[in-house]
Every structure is written in C-alpha cells, then in structure tokens.
C-alpha cells in the first residue's frame, strides 16, 4: 500500500523546456552585447562578461532545481522514473549541469578580479578569453542537456496517475475483457488516457464512489504474460506498479477464447498472486456467456453486461480505502 507524498505528476508536467547547448551560447552572448552596447569602454567588458556568465549560471541551475527531489516522490514515481530514464543517470547529468553553473559563475568572479589590474583594451582581451572558457564549459556539458531534455519530455506525458488515491490494477492475458472492463466502467465523464511505456502502454481510467476517486489502470504488455518473458524495463516496470495497486483483479477466459488455455492463464493468476502479496487479488472469470468452467472469485460477460457493476463493486470493496480525516471525531 502507498502512502501520499509529493505529486509527482503535477511536478513532471509543469518540468521547463531543457535549452540546448547552443542554444544557452546564443542567449548568453546576445544579452551581453546589448548590455555591452549601453555602456563604453572597461565598464561595457565588465558588463558583458557579467551578464553572459550570469544567463549562463542561472539557466543552469535552474535546469537542476526544476526538477524535483526524487527521493522525496511516491515510491511509485521513483521506480517509473528509474525504469524510464534510470535515476542514477538523471541525476549524473543534472549534476554535471550544476557543475557546469557553478563553474560559470567561477570564471566571472576569476577575471573581475583580473580585471582590476587591466586597461579598457586588456578588459576587452580578457572578457574574449572568459567567453570562450564559458562556452567551453557549456559545451562539455551539452550531452546532459539534452539527456535531461529528453527525460522530461519522456515524463512529461505520463497521464494523470496520483499515487496517494486508491488503485484498481486489471491483469491477465490478451484478448481477456480487460480493456472492455475498464471502458464500460469508466464512462464519458472519467475518460481513459493511455502513454507508451516501452513498448507498451499503460491505460488509466477513473471511477468515483462516495465522493472518493478509484483508479483503474489496464497494463497490456506488461501484466498479460508470465513474468520470465518480460525483459529488465517491463519488470522494473511491474515493480512500480506494485506500490501503486491497492487491489488487483486478474481476468480469466474459463472458454479459452482468448487463445490461451485456462491453465496457462491461472499460472500467471499465481505468479501475479505472489508478486502482489500484500494486496487483494481476485480471480474475474469473464465471458461467463460462453463458459464459467474455473473457480473464480468473480464471474461475469461485458459484452453482455453481466455482474459487471458488481465486479465493480467487489474491487472497490477489496480496497477498503478509508480517507484519512483531518480531525478525530
């Protein structure tokens, strides 16, 4: 079970744009000679290098502290990071753009120094030289730039996932009901978002009872095999999934319809069982039109509408979530 902590969704939609390092040089060097222009002679050096090492520094860092504190997010949010991007290469790269900030500011202060000791036409020698040494510095960092551009645009797309409301996780193999299950529960009005995840997608779609909004989320390419034909990102994948899922129902094709036969599809029922032990996880035998011939906790057909809304029920039920109270009454 998870407990709420900073919205990670919120924070990785709201991330900025990463600028490129060529793009951050251009910056830096236009402001500089717009402010060099509006001055003469040493103080227009002084106010060159002062500006562009100031853009340069202050881009920087506020490319590093955009991001968020990733330990302090939902352990939810930690394992999909990791398992998009890798959290130890993320922070690698926003390391070294913080470096690169301070390294900025570094050289600005170095040659205000120098410059004490210069005339006007000195000044100008050593700004040229400090603007070559700070495009250097960006330069050595633009690898990290667009890694950390890439990761954000990667996590920005997530669909509206909060890991602090109760969760519903839909397993089982293809061509089971689950999409079907999930559409016909959550109508217009909660409508079902999807991003690519690897080489799947993850579907989300939402339910309110008594006020309080439930999560569905469908994992085709994830949940519907066994787990030894996952590879490492599916399985970190499944990871994060378990501190997000406060019940799991596994849905059964007792008709074997789906074309997978009904013993095959229980052994991922146990293997799901085991890996979410610490939640309810309940056996949905769909299609009941066509055949009830497994022992289910659940039995029901979408496509006729059957015990649907009960199904519903029983997972809402197996959550047994109770909001916390701002108050003791």
């Known amino acids: 079970m998870h407990e709420p902590s900073t919205d990670g969704n919120m924070i990785l939609e709201d ?44 881009n920087l860092e506020n490319v590093v502290t955009a ?47 120098r410059f004490r000791e210069v005339d006007a036409d000195g000044a100008k020698k050593l700004r040229k030289q400090a603007f070559a040494r700070i495009a250097d510095v960006v330069e050595e960092v633009e690898d990290d730039l667009l890694a950390v551009n890439e990761a954000r645009n990667t996590l920005r797309d997530l669909p509206d996932i909060r890991p602090d409301e109760p969760t519903i996780v839909v397993a089982g193999y293809p061509n089971v009901g689950k999409s079907s299950f999930v ?10 978002a999807s991003y690519p995840f690897t080489t799947t997608e993850i579907r989300v779609g939402h339910i309110e009872r008594d006020h309080i909004r439930y999560q569905l989320v469908d994992t085709p390419g994830l949940l519907d095999r066994p787990p030894e034909d996952r590879n490492e990102i599916e399985s970190q994948a499944v990871s994060a999934l378990e501190h997000l899922a406060d019940a799991v129902l596994v849905m059964v094709d007792a008709s074997g319809e789906c074309g997978y036969p009904i013993e095959v599809q229980l052994e991922l029922r146990d293997a799901l069982a085991e890996r979410f032990a610490d939640v309810p996880v309940l056996t949905v035998c769909n299609k009941s039109d ?28 197996a959550v047994g979530y109770e909001p916390e109270l701002p108050y003791d009454e």
């Open 15 to 58: 991330l900025p744009t990463t600028p490129t390092s060529e793009e951050l040089i251009d910056q830096a060097f236009s402001r500089a000679a717009r402010a060099g222009r509006a001055k003469s002679g040493f103080e227009a050096q002084q106010s060159m290098l002062q500006t562009a090492a100031n853009v340069v520094s202050d």
């Open 183 to 192: 559409n016909t529960v959550t109508n217009a009005r909660n409508e079902t």
């Open 290 to 317: 066509r055949s009830t011939d497994v022992e289910a906790d659940l039995y029901m057909s979408v496509t006729e509408g059957e015990n649907v809304q009960e199904t519903l029920d029983a997972a809402v039920e």
């Open 67 to 113: 991001w968020p504190d990733i330990d302090e997010l939902d352990p939810f949010y930690r394992e999909l990071i990791d398992a998009l991007v890798g959290v130890d290469d993320l922070r690698q790269h926003l390391s070294e753009i913080g470096w690169a900030s301070r390294k900025a500011s570094d050289i600005r202060d170095e040659y205000q120094g």
